[in-house]
């Protein structure tokens, strides 16, 4: 099992749809988050930090639950210009400190 | 500001050659970082920085050297390419370490026939 999973996709949702994804981590030890959007054949570019519960950035929502150990992303009134593949990425603390990086989920809003 | 900078954007190399890519970032940032990406693979981390002069094996480091020389600038050598680091190659830096929010470089498509 990799240490941050996140679902493929590709979810496909139309234009206004609020989508959510989940990532999902299982070292205890991740202490910051974050979610990073990347355009085909772009470089990744942070869309949000987590270091706590939560954080809201517009239409975006990222939400931490460590009791569970996954975060969330929920998107609203999705735009066409959101799609993109979303990358979740955990920051493990500890004597083996590292950023452990998920595959990402693509998301392909409709007209 | 230019943020980061790789060159070059695409390089075709045989087996055996050997080859050297170049990042650069005017941010002042202490951490640098070289990823590749593979279908699959998701980011993986080959070497990196904590500051001038100095730098650090990532998890996939076989096959690649780095320096470090100015804390502008972080290379990353090919010294004997081989089919398998057919890959597009990240650079990213950071003010602080890996907890911090990376700025990444546009990537190099590297292609080893």
């Known amino acids: 099992r990799k240490e941050v999973e996140q679902d493929p996709g590709p979810f496909n949702v139309p234009e206004g749809a609020t989508v959510a994804f989940n990532c999902t981590y299982s070292?205890?030890?991740?202490?910051?988050f974050f979610w990073y959007r990347q355009d085909c054949r772009k470089e990744p570019k942070l869309l949000m930090s987590?270091?706590?519960?939560?954080n809201e950035d517009g239409r975006f929502t990222a939400q931490l639950n460590r009791a569970s150990q996954y975060i969330s992303l929920l998107i609203r009134d999705s735009k066409l210009s959101d799609s993109a593949t979303y990358l979740c990425?955990?920051?493990?603390?500890?004597?083996?400190?590292?950023?452990?990086w998920g595959l990402g989920t693509s998301l392909a809003v409709n007209p | 500001n230019a943020g980061v900078t790789q060159t070059p954007k695409f390089r075709v190399l045989k087996t055996g050659q050997s080859m050297t890519l170049l990042c650069a970032q005017d941010?002042?940032?202490?951490?640098m970082y070289w990823y590749r990406q593979d279908p699959g693979m998701g980011l993986r981390l080959i070497h990196y920085?904590?500051?001038?002069?100095?730098?650090a094996k990532g998890e996939v480091p076989d096959g690649y050297n780095v320096s470090r020389l100015k804390k502008q600038n972080f290379l990353l050598g090919l010294e004997s390419a081989a089919p398998s680091q057919t890959s597009v190659y990240f650079c990213?830096?950071?003010?602080?370490?890996?907890?911090?929010?990376?700025?990444f470089g546009p990537g190099t498509r590297l292609t080893v026939l």
């Open positions: 941010m002042n940032h202490e951490y």
């Open positions: 987590v270091y706590s519960s939560g």
């Open positions: 920085s904590v500051g001038e002069g100095t730098t």
């Open positions: 990425a955990a920051f493990r603390t500890g004597n083996n400190r590292k950023l452990i």
């Open positions: 990213a830096s950071s003010y602080l370490g890996q907890y911090n929010e990376q700025f």
């Open positions: 070292n205890s030890a991740s202490q910051s």
